[in-house]
């Protein structure tokens, strides 16, 4: 029996996660399906700022790095956003960039392999996020060692990489481009059985998929808090770092606030115990705060809930758009199997970019990635089904009118 | 003849920067002299923070990375703060915070100096701010190379220690501590003379002292927004690379906003042309478009005149100080040569830390620094010459009742 709006009405009726979406402000006519981009506004966002800027900053001024949590801001950050990705307490810190993160990661994960001298090998994906890339080349190139990064093709192909020479292996957990998840776990114990340290990015993880850093034998990770977790532009990125490694976490960016006593002002840099060693200088603290607008929606719910509305959702739509749009030349690109697909569906087309810019001008923003790849984020916190049938909607009669202009100029695209 | 608080106010009458301090709100009673640490917020970054949250993020949403001119802030922001500093425009960039920019430049510097294999040293000052020795600790013995970080005790036997084994000569313009400001146009022509490239931090310079960094011929700097330019509590920091230098800047911080084509999602890093190779990932944007506020009220003057206000500060500071607290203890540490004084005033006092806790209870705001330094920031945009008396009078007050506890525990200090 074909699905129809009715039934995505009774299924959002039902839906226990529907009411998170009033947590969060979306303009009126549009159907947002780029939170793996950049996430949705908290409605508390704002005035979780305007409290920092006016009250902390503007009259409790320097007092407040004490008083209102400032310094202490990314351990306790760090603590609530542990649970989404199955870390420990004091194991994960809201910190700079998720590039700096892997950074960090990966000098330290170096660092560590230094007596195995043979493990010269950064093993990645080249279909990996090209900033994750660029920052191993940056980190063996620079140091001029006999490092060397290794891209692989085949995603299947990545234990057959790993070896006797491997230092690390890392990858992104879902990939931005294909929505495709990995087994952390039976990767991760390949690594690990062949001697190599994992460094995992959760970009497109953490707020989307269960993942479970200590059960599946992780060894470093970062993250992004901007994309399903809702905490901003460029808001500060994760680290962790567990317990096990934490005392051996060494990497060069040591600044003053990975310091074991920041304020005595010695000249000899001293690392705290713990997570601490994962920071490094002074972080924005008006982005920072609002970090916790976002973790204070998932507070309401879990990660079992929301996955398994991520997964009806993404069902769905690929039911819809094979269903109504069968007959456009449209490709799957994300899998079918549940236990390896992210939080997003991703079709070719074509005339990928001019489809996807005639949605984006229907309200339905999605977004394009090279080569002609249309890509829709699914967030269960603020998408319902009805969104569902009607994003397909849009884009059945967008296909079947030719409603796109295939000599429209490619912009930067984001 | 003795200056009266009259004199004071008919000073104050005649500042022709006095008007510019409607420009900031600073919290009713409290003469804030901690600007040096974080300056006090612009009115108007409260609105530009709305806006970015409310209507570019929460409304434009992933669009604004384009119409709201995100990707282009830091660049646009550094060509505003570049005549601050004596730069031109395409030199600076605002993003990341201050270490990881130094880490930045030390490691370009260092790259440079490669094909000069006896030049090791990474030449400071022990009394140089902490992070910054730090940052060169990790970064030269995460190395593992031979790097070492030789730190000088005297500020003026800095020549002696620069030798045909210094690779990098890396100070602070104006030390945190004492105030006191390095010549940098002598120590850097000494520096280039022995083949030794300079990295200068700026973090008590930019908005507080005339800067010129071409003029005095520095290599490469970095500086912080959130003192004396006012940007907001953690908001990130600058980097200066001049264009005889920019083709060789290579820095392993290699992310995706630094490459020639970000978007095309190549695998192979490839740098950009200029100085948007010393960019990373992507920056804070709420944060990030607050360091404008900041700057704007920087253009409404130049930094000659908020220089010869910040020295009629100062030396009347100095002045009254002594006159009126003269039988006390109190030890001047900031130089009384204009030409080698920065924008604050320090004292020592056996019992520092307890006088400057009375004096924030009684609503004078410095902050204080081991060991026993009082330090007093004068941010000329908004501190008055009546400002100054009142701080001496309140703290003549405290000295003369020893009206401070001895015995009061120190918390963390910032």
Redesign the interface.
Known sequence: MTTTRNDCLARDAQDPLAPLRERF???PG?I?L?GN??G??PKA??AR??E???Q???????????TAG??AMPKRLGDRLAPLVGAEGGEVVVT?????NL?KAL?AAL?LQ?PHAARKVIVTE?NNF??D???A???A????RGYEVR?VDDPDAIAAAVGDDTAVLMLTHVNYRTGRQHDMAAISAMARERGALTVWDLAHSAGAVPVALHRDGADFAVGCT?KYLNG??????FIWVPRRHQHHF???????W??AAP???????APTDGIGRAL?????????A?VECGLDVFAETDMAALRAKSLALTDLFIELVETRCGKHPLGLVTPREHARRGSQVSFTHPHGYAVMQAL?ERGV?G?Y??PEIMRFGFTPLYTSFADVWDAVTILQQILDDQAYDVTAAR????
Chains 1, 2 share one sequence.
């Open positions: 402000d979306l303009p549009v947002y780029d981009s950049l949705a506004r966002a704002l700022a305007t920092v800027i006016a902390e900053w503007g009259n409790d001024l320097i007092k407040s790095w004490n400032w310094f700079d960039t998720t590039s700096v950074f000098a660092h230094r080249r090209p900033t890339i660029y920052m080349e940056g980190l190139g620079w140091l001029d891209l901007y901003g532009p460029g808001a500060p990125a060494v990497q060069p960016l040591s600044g003053w990975g310091h304020f005595a002002m010695a000249s000899a840099f490094c200088g002074t972080q924005p603290i008006v982005s920072l609002m984006i923003i977004d990635r090279e912009g930067a695209v984001t």
